[in-house]
């Protein structure tokens, strides 16, 4: 399975921080915003991805990010000349995926969960159909809305509803398999003149192999698209770090944990960081101090 990295948008809700900057380029508490899907794409095991920005914000992802070697993964590069939807992102990196399934998470999105990695793997493990997860939320009505029916199975799926039918949100990550290459090229844009990914969501819905997994109260869903919920993004990052000493949103740790770098790598990747805390905390797992 590859992972797509959406990082595009012009970030007007960011304004005017976005004016001079990608909205994913700004920094959660100790890292840059994208950092966090990117690790949770690494934790479901995918070792190539592909990062879609703007024309004008692409060689910033490319001087942070580089080829993946530091990680121990690989990076291609494509650009979003403007933006017409998230499903656009498979018709822009059709040829890259070769016909492979794939996952795709959005720049701005943060989950956080002790489970995440096993929840991710069982994803990216199922030869058929779509998974997604859904989030309760206070305002359904800001994203794509996922309704259930009596026994739990998934019987709706909504963009933006004005009058939601439900407090289940869908996040910005998404696992499909390798019909995605054939069905995305069919979604035409919607009323708002957009590639709508409830639309490619809904498609698999209809053929009964949409999954949808229920995020639990232990998890945490931020998407970091607004001033309030990039300030509330960082504080919960700063909470956990400072309180229990474990990163959130590291790729070098996931990295390191998964096995795409060792020790060594690690280590001089952290003495590049420098004297901060983040440097720190990686130099002290690479010489097996943190847990």
Request: charged share 20%; glycine share 8%.
């Amino acid at each position: 399975m590859k992972g797509i990295l959406l990082a595009g948008g012009s970030g007007t809700r960011l304004h005017p921080m976005t004016l001079a900057a990608s909205k994913q380029l700004l920094p959660v508490y100790d890292k840059p915003m994208v950092y966090y899907p990117l690790s949770t794409l690494m934790l479901a095991g995918i070792t190539e991805i592909m990062v879609i920005s703007t024309p004008d914000d692409l060689p910033q992802f490319k001087r942070l990010l580089g080829d993946g070697s530091k990680f121990g993964i690989r990076f291609a590069y494509a650009v979003q000349p403007k933006p017409d939807g998230i499903a656009q992102a498979f018709l822009i990196a059709r040829d890259w995926l070769a016909g492979d399934a794939c996952a795709l998470a959005l720049g701005d999105n943060l989950i956080h969960a002790d489970h995440l990695s096993t929840l991710m793997r069982t994803a990216a493990s199922r030869p058929v159909g779509a998974s997604v997860f859904a989030y309760r939320v206070r305002d359904p009505e800001r994203y794509g809305v996922v309704a259930f029916d009596e026994s739990g199975k998934a019987v709706e799926i909504v963009e933006k509803p004005a009058a939601p039918t439900s407090n289940w949100a869908v996040t910005g990550l998404y696992f499909y398999d390798k019909h995605v290459n054939d069905i995305a090229p069919q979604i035409r844009p919607s009323p708002r003149g957009e590639l709508e990914i409830t639309d490619l969501n809904h498609v698999y819905l209809e053929m009964g192999t949409l999954h949808v997994e229920k995020l639990s109260r232990g998890c945490a869903w931020l998407d970091a698209g607004t001033p309030d919920s990039l300030l509330q993004a960082a504080t919960f990052v700063q909470t956990i770090q400072s309180r229990t000493g474990m990163l959130v949103g590291s790729p070098e740790e996931v990295a390191f944990r998964m096995g795409y770098i060792d020790a060594d790598a690690l280590r001089a990747h952290a003495r590049g960081l420098g004297k901060t805390d983040l440097g720190r905390a990686l130099l002290e797992l690479a010489e097996g101090e943190l847990l």
